[in-house]
T-cell receptor
Framework: DQQVKQNSPSLSVQEGRISILNCDYT??????FLWYKKYPAEGPTFLIS?????DKNEDGRFTVFLNKSAKHLSLHIVPSQPGDSAVYFC?????????????FGKGTKLSVKP | ETGVTQSPTHLIKTRGQQVTLRCSSQ?????VSWYQQALGQGPQFIFQ???????GRGNFPPRFSGLQFPNYSSELNVNALELDDSALYLC???????????FGPGTRLLVL
């Protein structure tokens, strides 16, 4: 049973527009959520995280929103750039980001077209 | 500062063989986690080592085993390889105060 779900396998966006990637989870014990970006032939690269005590975290062009009652989080990228084209993974943990196991979704492939 | 490195980058084995994958942690990190990423899936947690002790294990059989050395580098050993073990194996290192785990580039294993 998948505890972290990314229901959109792919997303295509025009350069300069907003990209919105979505993630749903089922385990109410998750207290920390992370987004990773992965290029082919590379390992996942950390983008941004959010603790369950917050509902928004912002870092430059990247903003993560958390809706605990809906068990839903989203990553907004504004403005989108062609270099953002990659697979984006949502991950969740019961024990923070550095310790314990991270539970990943299947990923969403983002394509940003010039 | 050197990031997480893994070796080898690619490996081909036959069913029933054994394999050892290696990981060097990022400097200052005392925790290493291993993940398996099958094609089209997200990474799946295998186990984690903290200061040379196993600190958690995912839903993988005992033929998946590991070690962490005093310098915090790590090995993943898989015995009696099966075709379904074909995957990208990712190592991630971290320190307690960090907000995330840092991943290496992975080892791609193909079992024929």
């Amino acid at each position: 049973d998948q505890q972290v779900k990314q229901n959109s396998p792919s997303l295509s966006v025009q350069e300069g527009r907003i990209s919105i990637l979505n993630c749903d989870y089922t385990n109410s014990m998750f207290d920390y959520f992370l987004w990773y970006k992965k290029y082919p032939a590379e390992g996942p690269t950390f983008l941004i995280s959010i603790s369950s005590i917050k509902d928004k975290n912002e870092d430059g062009r990247f903003t993560v929103f958390l809706n605990k009652s809906a068990k839903h989080l989203s990553l907004h990228i504004v403005p989108s750039q062609p270099g953002d084209s990659a697979v984006y993974f949502c991950a969740a943990s019961e024990y923070g980001g550095s310790q314990g196991n991270l539970i990943f979704g299947k990923g969403t492939k983002l394509s940003v077209k010039p | 500062e050197t990031g997480v490195t893994q070796s080898p980058t690619h490996l081909i084995k036959t069913r029933g063989q054994q394999v050892t994958l290696r990981c060097s942690s990022q400097s200052g990190h005392n925790t290493v986690s291993w993940y398996q990423q099958a094609l089209g899936q997200g990474p799946q947690f295998i186990f984690q080592y903290y200061r040379e002790e196993e600190n958690g294990r995912g839903n993988f059989p005992p033929r998946f085993s590991g070690l962490q050395f005093p310098n915090y580098s790590s090995e993943l050993n898989v015995n009696a390889l099966e075709l379904d073990d074909s995957a990208l194996y990712l190592c991630a290192s971290s320190f307690e105060a960090e907000e995330t785990q840092y991943f290496g580039p992975g080892t791609r294993l193909l079992v024929l």
